[in-house]
């Protein structure tokens, strides 16, 4: 096997352990369990243990050892600085130890006697697992015969290395937050999550359903009805048992596809309830449901008392597409039923805001705007992390609408897929970047290279690489000045006429990108097979880096795997200056976000250019 192919065999198994999602769940000790055994597995050795520094700094001791054929054995070991100083100095300065004869190697052969001698041990590859600048721990693989460990070996010992780190930094975190993390995340009274708890919730669901189609979620907002007059009645103490009886009923309510349940205000809930698609046909089941927990008397201090609710109800993505404008909704929905005379339910409809946009309206009028040409597109550049250049823009399409002002595409993308019209709105892109490139080149600009995203539907089409050619020729554009982007989940079909389509844009001159790497779950040995040249990193995965060990884990692999692949990196959505260092001293090349520049109109891009030119100059 060539040197090349087995450096991304291991780093597509890194990454497949790594992306799995009970691996990111598992403890630390379950975590390096499987670590070891994937480690002793892909490289055949028959010990790879993991060893921790004690706090002193002169002394590691073992934390778990894989033996191959034999399995886990969580027996201490311990191994002190006094006794090995040599090994020690080398761990410290070394990235790596490599002795393939470790009985005679200067920096292991203290350990003959006492531990190579009796375990067997003749070779052994470790390396150090650093925090910080700290000296942490060391992953250690031990062969019982010489051997010569190779660059794919030694990259991927690294790699596993720099995994460990991760995990480490990301346990310190969570143990510190922890509990600051009570105080500001539930009630004390109920014991449930508070509204803090339930904006984040609504953003993680929002974060993952954005990028599947079919899922939605409902989010129900219960105000009690009446509670100050048993507050007035009975005193806070009386208002506050009824809280904390509710409470404790809609907690025990059975409800499928129920999320968070949370205390967002005084007598306010909020439930969140997951479910495929459009669940208005469930809705009205739900509803009784927690009216009957809400109206089942409630016996205090002798007195029988009988709640009701008010409950407003809406819908991601139907009636807003952040959390923020959801929680609006669900309000003005809960308003509205108390308004309408309580212990009623209103689900929200557009009437309720009077900035609401109804989707029939929206559908005809994207129409025309396809069909007059006025869509616009803005760029965003895409930046070489070394030079600062821009190397590439990227192309995404923006509307103007006449009332709505400027539109996002994540705001009509899904009318214009719902109505068939990808491939007009597509193509209207594609013509308005090589206008802009002929714009540009007329008035003496030159144009990076301007990426354009492709919709499913237009890869599928086998006319595309013809409409691409037409152009290229109408607009007397050279094929190496587009690129396209598409998604992971666009070729996830096996279809030999699309593996067709794309080898026809490359020869065309177009190099292309797998946009919204790791969101989908690519088969990667057909990644090799696409012509593709460059992967972009999703931003979900960029947003929490350098804080979060699981994305910083993936974004790792996925860098170690583009490499081995020999292709190009970008990582999008890069908005702070330590998502920038992070990701260049990883060796990210290529960077696209706000912290370089927002997607802005072709004139400010020539602007932006001409400023990037001249501050090189
Ligand atoms: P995408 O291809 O992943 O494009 C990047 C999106 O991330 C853009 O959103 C961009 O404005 C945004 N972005 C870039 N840097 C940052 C950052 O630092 N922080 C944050 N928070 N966001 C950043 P946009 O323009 O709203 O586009 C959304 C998606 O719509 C695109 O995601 C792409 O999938 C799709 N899209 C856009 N234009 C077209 C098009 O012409 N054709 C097709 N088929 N899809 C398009
Ligand atoms: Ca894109
Ligand atoms: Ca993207």
Not at 264 to 269: A, C, K, L, S
Not at 278 to 298: E, F, G, M, T, Y
Request: aromatic letters at 6%.
């Amino acid at each position: 096997m060539s040197q090349n192919k087995t450096f991304i065999d291991f780093h597509e198994a890194l990454l497949r352990l790594s992306h799995r999602s009970d691996f990111i769940n598992d403890n630390r000790s379950r975590k390096l369990a499987a670590l070891s055994e994937l480690a002793g597995q892909l490289l055949q050795v028959e010990r790879v243990s993991f060893w921790k520094m004690n706090p002193e700094d002169n002394r590691i001791d073992s934390e778990v050892l894989f033996r191959l054929g034999q399995g886990h054995d969580y027996h201490p070991i311990v191994l002190t600085a006094g006794d090995n100083p040599d090994y020690f100095r080398a761990l410290r300065t070394a990235r790596v130890i490599d002795a393939g004869n470790a009985r005679d190697d200067y920096r292991t052969r203290d350990f003959n006697e006492k531990y190579f001698k009796p375990l067997g041990i003749h070779s052994l590859l470790d390396a150090p697992i650093f925090d910080g600048g700290r000296l942490s721990g060391v992953i250690c693989l031990e062969a019982e015969t010489p051997r010569t460990w190779t660059l794919p070996e030694i990259s991927f010992a690294t790699a596993i290395a720099d995994t460990v780190s991760l995990i480490n930094t990301h346990e310190a975190w969570i143990r510190s937050q922890k509990q600051l993390d009570y105080v500001t995340h539930y009630d004390s009274l109920t014991g449930l999550p508070n509204l803090q708890s339930c904006r984040e919730r609504i953003h993680t669901l929002i974060q993952k359903m954005s990028r599947r189609q079919d899922e939605g979620f409902t989010l129900l907002w219960i105000d009690l009805d009446r509670l100050k007059a048993i507050n007035d009645g009975m005193g806070a103490a009386g208002g506050n048992r009824v809280i904390a009886e509710i409470a404790n009923r809609l907690r025990n309510l059975y409800l499928e596809g129920r999320d968070k349940l949370a205390r967002i205000g005084g007598d306010e809930f909020a439930m969140l309830i997951r479910h495929q698609g459009n669940a208005d046909l469930k809705l009205d089941h739900l509803v009784q449901q927690i009216q009957h927990a809400v109206s089942d008397p409630i016996v205090i201090d002798d007195r029988t008392l009988r709640m009701t609710a008010s409950i407003g109800v809406c819908q991601y993505p139907r009636d807003g597409l952040d959390t923020e404008a959801l929680l609006r909704s669900g309000e003005a929905a809960m308003y509205h039923a108390k308004e309408s005379g309580r212990a009623r339910m209103q689900t929200f409809h557009s009437d309720l805001h009077s900035t609401a946009r109804s989707r029939f309206a929206l559908e005809s009028e994207l129409r025309q705007a396809i069909s007059q040409h006025t869509l616009d597109v803005f760029y965003q550049p895409i930046i070489e992390a070394g030079s600062q250049a821009m190397v590439a823009t990227e192309a995404l399409v923006r509307w103007n609408h006449p009332q709505h002002g400027w539109m996002s595409p994540i705001e009509f993308l899904d009318v214009a897929r719902n109505a068939g019209l990808m491939q007009e709105l597509g193509e209207s892109v594609l013509r308005r970047v090589c206008l802009d490139h002929q714009e540009a080149a007329r008035r003496g600009h030159d144009l990076p290279t301007t990426a354009i995203n492709l919709a499913a539907e237009q890869i599928m089409d086998d006319r595309l690489p013809r409409v691409v050619a037409g152009m290229l020729d109408e607009y007397g554009i050279n094929g190496h000045q587009l690129q396209f982007e598409v998604t992971e989940d666009a070729i996830k079909g096996d279809s030999k006429s699309m593996q067709g389509t794309l080898n026809e844009l490359v020869a065309l001159g177009c190099n292309l990108s797998i946009d919204d790497f790791g969101t989908g779950y690519s088969s990667l040995s057909r990644l090799k097979h696409l012509p593709f040249s460059r992967l972009k990193i999703d931003r979900s995965f960029i947003r929490d880096i350098p804080d979060d060990a699981d994305d910083c884990a993936i974004t790792l692999s996925i860098l170690g795997l583009a490499r081995g692949l020999g292709m190009q990196v970008v990582g999008e959505g890069v908005e702070t200056e330590e998502q920038r260092q992070w990701l260049t001293v990883q060796g990210c090349n290529l960077l696209q976000g706000y912290l370089f520049s927002k997607p802005v109109p072709i004139e400010a891009l020539l602007e932006y250019s001409d400023r990037r030119l001249h501050s090189a100059l």
